[in-house]
């Protein structure tokens, strides 16, 4: 129930949900600023939300086998399994995925922070709105100045927090030899050496003891093999007629609403429009994997090429596209390249980094004796390929990859549609229809392109993605 979930709603756009819940949330706050800001950051959070929950689920789908076992005949409490077993399983992935929804927060922060109330632009204090303006006003001295102030606390962040965390999360590598280098953090070793991890432990211990206590009344289930089958099979069938008629009378609803407003004709151009995007974001997931997958096996396998790497990479994953507006617009005039082409590079800023951040932490995962192995084997260029790595880091790439068609959707919005100053760009393509909804406040036309959308996205993860996942869970696994 919740995948398929999932795989619609990092198909829908921020664009379209902030348009969706906006008026729900300036209602609740009684017209109050509160209510766009809240819409902000609901906005913030789309964008951050997916690519962890897939990522979680990979690790949990790619445990190894004997710990599981191991929490089972131990008869561990969902509460116990869940902080003995299962997080520190997905520490890693979680870590890295973190930081790309870091970034890809930063990425979608113009757009999050200029919102459009009843047909006026309400623009929040903020980053975003900064760049929005400079970029509308085409100040080329406010954007390097909102570049340089946006790097600056990124790599802040990164080594007050992100860098700590992934050379703490070193310890839940699951593997037979220590790693010879290790990843290294001075604030780290600073909280190590301060009393303040041991007075925060006595002050949730007690808490975690009591939760512990209360969640032993969802143990496991007493019931046979023969009436659990036989409960699911009739849990499904109900699930299943349940989900079908909702599924009918929704159908059923939009074709009405829709015929109402835009008219039913109005899928054929809008169909089209989502073929055209479909195809840039194919071609960027081809170069993305291309250029990415070595690049992360490089800088993942080699904990010092990764410290250094790593507030790069950040940086890169968080650059708004925005920025770059009046010079893409520059370019595109001096070569007389279309944006329908120089779209995609716009659109890369966006997407590419989610392939890049999983197969790191893939690659980082991989086990230090199986490294060994391989050296002591001399097994080493093309074959060391075929037989190590790619099999290690397909199940990441995998996760990489479905967040990054999922990211790549999100980027046409600011992909195919290009302004600063007097100067506008228009590719032909859904992003471009969504933003121009948006624009002029027609929410029928915004929810037609989210649902064109959601349908192409939820159609290619059915088909191509989700076999590719099962098939590297089941080949692929270090279990």
Known sequence: ?????????????????????????????????LGAEAACIFAIFTAQAWNMTFAYYQALRNMPRELDDSARMMRLTRWQRLWQLEVPTAMVPMIWNGMMSFGGAWFMLAASEVITVSGRDEALPGMGSFIAAATSEAQVGNLIVGALVMVLTIVLVNVVFWRPLTAWSERFRVEHTESAQAPRSLVLD??????????LARVL????????????????STRSAYDERAGSRIGDVLFFGLLFAALAWGTWA????????????????????????????????????????PVGVW???????????QPVVQVLASFPAQFLFIFVIAALTYTGISLNIGGIALMALGAQWYVLFN??????????????????????????????????????????AITAFGGAWNATLVGEVVEAG??????????????????????????????VMSVVTVTINRLLWRRLQRTAERRFSLS
């Open 299 to 309: 800088i993942g396998m080699n904990p010092r090429i990764c410290r250094f790497a």
């Open 205 to 220: 211990r007690p808490v975690g003891e009591h939760v512990d206590r209360l969640m032993r009344v969802f143990g496991r």
């Open 254 to 293: 939009l074709a009405s609403y829709f015929e109402r407003t835009v008219g039913l004709a109005e899928f054929g151009p809008t169909s089209l429009m989502g073929l055209a995007s479909l195809g840039r974001v194919i071609v960027l997931l081809v170069v993305s994997t291309i250029v990415w997958v």
């Open 1 to 33: 129930m919740l995948i398929p979930a999932l795989d619609v709603l990092q198909s829908v756009p921020v664009l379209a949900l902030v348009s969706i819940t906006v008026t729900a949330f300036v209602g609740l706050f009684h017209g109050s600023y």
């Open 359 to 400: 197969v790191i932490a893939a690659a980082g995962q991989i086990p230090t004796d199986l490294r060994e192995a391989m050296d002591d084997l001399g097994v080493h260029g093309v074959q060391r390929w075929k037989s190590l790595i790619l099999p290690a880091i397909a199940p990441g790439y995998v996760v990489g």
């Open 190 to 199: 600073l909280l190590r050496r301060s009393t303040v991890p041991g007075r």
């Open 422 to 451: 007097n100067t506008r760009m228009e590719a032909y393509g859904l992003g471009a229809y969504i933003t121009n909804a948006t624009t002029d406040d027609v929410f029928a036309r915004v929810l037609l392109g989210t649902v």
